[in-house]
Structure formats: structure tokens, C-alpha cells
């Protein structure tokens, strides 16, 4: 039976041929280090990551490239802002649908003497804007969110809430992991200050690259989480206070560099509206498909949206009366579909969505599912369900 991979909210699958390629002639092909060695190899790396920082910076309109750092994901990106960004007495406000990687640094930030507040979300994980105002301290210095959920879908109005924090002169950051390539994100219009990003989901890379654009000014102001050799000014045991190197200790993940770079590069060819169309094409089939199982009696119970207005291609279900676990597993022994169970490492959106504590099934689509995998789906749970 074909395999049928459905969990691109974790991470994507296949990636186009050109990415493992890429980090495969770079492995046998270059292999220098960047910044250390003098001779043509190593030349030709620093432009291939210099290439890479230009390409996204240009896909966030970030402006100068110089201020895209690498790390190796987007929890190591948010770590490396919250911590050097919130001191003791601080206060920072969240959504309450985040991603552990932002609420984990911020619960072990509150042993520091550091506060956060989340804005309430409706069940459906929609934004209540109006809070925001209720929610300002003296001491708030910043909003952190994610541009989209990674159970629902649902998208959050970060233009709304950029042009908030610019009024009320906060900084604004944003957790992208699920939007990232195939949705356009502004850095200026929506007044971001620092936008995090990772790899590996629908930028199409491999696992272990991500990074972090700073504004000038953010990067001033941040304190890097870890400091070391960078190969530039070694002459100093001080730490480069030079963008990028303040940010970018030790040696780089050059073959996850050279991936992403042919994900991004795959990415520009195709465009991300089509991209972005065929998703919300596939989820719509599959939302529609969902409505018609329902139609006697809800046997299915869809998390967020249930159409594609203000929505990624991540739909979490719950099949009433019947084991979570049960569901994805059935999915996968009796139908080969990869799918997410459980509560995706954001337990307050699943109390959000009055998921918690039994989870949802995930299904996430990517740019290489096809209709046929929608009606697999489908027609698995018709199965399970009767
Ligand atoms: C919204 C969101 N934030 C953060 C992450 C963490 O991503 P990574 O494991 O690549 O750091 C994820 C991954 O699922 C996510 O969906």
C-alpha cells in the first residue's frame, strides 16, 4: 500500500530533490568551513551562506541580510531572543494557542523574576484583539506569537497586533514555523522586530538549521545566548558586537545551510501563492469531504475552522466516542497514513480549543500531497467511523 505522509506540520516530506542533492555535494564535494580557511572552497561556502541569508531576508523583506543568524531551529531561535532580550522585572504577553518552544523559555523565565500574560483565544484559536490593551503593564516590553497554529491552523492577525505593539511602542516578535514558505510574511509592514523561523517544515530543508532575523536595533539590544569562536576578530577574547557574528558562535550547520538554501531556491521557482493554493485546495477537499461523513450524525469533530478562511493546511479532528491513539494508529497499521496524535506540544491550545487533556488527530498537508491522498484519508475514516 502506498504511504501516504500527512504530519508537514511536524515536518515536511518529501523535500524537493534538489535539497538532500544539495547537502550530498556539499558533503563530498566542499566541506570547508566558512570564515576559518583561505583557500577557494571556503570561499565558495561563505557565498553560498551569504547567498542564503539574502534569500531570506528577502522573502521576510527584513531589509539588510547581515541580521539573519543561524541556529539550528526555531525553539534555539526563541531561546536565544527571550533570554537575551527579558531581564528580571520584565513583562512579556503571549497567545495562549503557543508552541512550547515559546511557553517552555517563558515558564523557566518566571523562576527569573520575569512575568508573561496570555491573550485569550476563542475555540476556534482566534485572536481576541481587544484584550491586548487590558493586558499592557507598566513593565511590558514585547508581544511574542505564532503566525499559525500547529493544531488548528488557524492564522493569527499579526499585521493587527504589529501596528498594536508599534503604538503602544512594544517590541513585536513572531514564531513562524508554521507559515514560513508558504505564506508572505512582511517584517516592515507588520512592524516585526524579530521573526523566528526554522527549516525544516515548509521551507523545505533539512532538520537542524533555522534562524532568527533582528531588526538593528533588537540586535543592539540582545544579549547573545552563546558566545565563542566566530573566526572573525580573533585577535580578541571579547565578542564580535558585528551582525552576524554576535549571534553565531562555533561552527555553522553548513549542510543544512546548503538545504535550505536549494528549499528556498525550490520555493522561488514555484512561488509561494501556488504553493499556499495547492495546500488550502487540499484542505478545503478534505474539510468538504469531513462535512459530508458528518452529515447524518457529527461523528467527526473538526478543531478551528472548518473552512479555509484564515487557515494553514493543518485540520486536527476528533472522532467522537473513540480513542485518539486508536484513530492514528488504525490510519496507519490498516491504511498506511502518517498522521500527528496527541496534544502537538501546546498543551494551553488544546485547553484553548477544549481538546485537552485526550489531543486530536493532525492531519497536515504539504505541497507534495495530492488529491488522491485527501480521498485516502477520507474514505480511512469513513471506515473508522462506521
Ligand atoms: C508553532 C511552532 N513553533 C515552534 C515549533 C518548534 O519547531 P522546531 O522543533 O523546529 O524548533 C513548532 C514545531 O512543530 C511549531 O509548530
Known sequence: MK?????????????????????????????????????????????????TREMLSELFNAGDCKNVVFTKNVTESINLLLKGFLKSGDHIICSSMEHNAVMRPLVQLNDYGVEFSRIPCDTEGNLNLDSLEGLIQPNTKAIIM????????????????????????????????????????????????????????????????????????????????????????????????????????????????????????????????????HELFLTELFLEGLKKLNLQEEKIRIIGHTDIKDRTGVVSIQVIDQDQADVAYRLESEFSIMTRVGLHCAPNAHKTLNTYPEGTVRFSFG????????MASLSALESIIK
Open 3 to 51: 504511504q501516504i505522509y500527512l504530519d508537514n506540520a511536524s515536518t515536511s516530506f518529501p523535500k524537493p530533490e534538489s535539497v538532500p542533492k544539495a547537502v550530498f555535494d556539499f558533503m563530498t564535494g566542499i566541506g570547508a568551513n566558512i570564515n576559518r580557511g583561505t583557500y577557494e572552497s571556503a570561499y565558495s561556502a561563505e557565498e553560498t551562506v551569504f547567498e
Open 146 to 277: 505564532m503566525h499559525a497554529s500547529n493544531v488548528c491552523g488557524t492564522i493569527m492577525p499579526i499585521e493587527a497586533v504589529g501596528e498594536f505593539c508599534k503604538s503602544h511602542n512594544l517590541s513585536f516578535f513572531v514564531d513562524c514555523a508554521q507559515t514560513a514558505g508558504v505564506i508572505d510574511i512582511d517584517m516592515k509592514k507588520c512592524h516585526i522586530d524579530a521573526i523566528c523561523f526554522t527549516g525544516h517544515k515548509s521551507l523545505l530543508g533539512p532538520q537542524g538549521i533555522g534562524g532568527i532575523i533582528l531588526t538593528d536595533e533588537l540586535a543592539e539590544k540582545l544579549t547573545p545566548l552563546t558566545v565563542g569562536g566566530t573566526g572573525s576578530i580573533s585577535h580578541t577574547e571579547d565578542t564580535p558586537t558585528f551582525m552576524p557574528d554576535k549571534f553565531e558562535a562555533g561552527t555553522m550547520n553548513l549542510p543544512g545551510i546548503y538545504g535550505l538554501n536549494a528549499g528556498l531556491k525550490y520555493i522561488n521557482e514555484i512561488g509561494i501563492s501556488t504553493i499556499r493554493e
Open 367 to 374: 505541497f507534495f500531497n495530492t488529491e488522491d491522498d485527501v
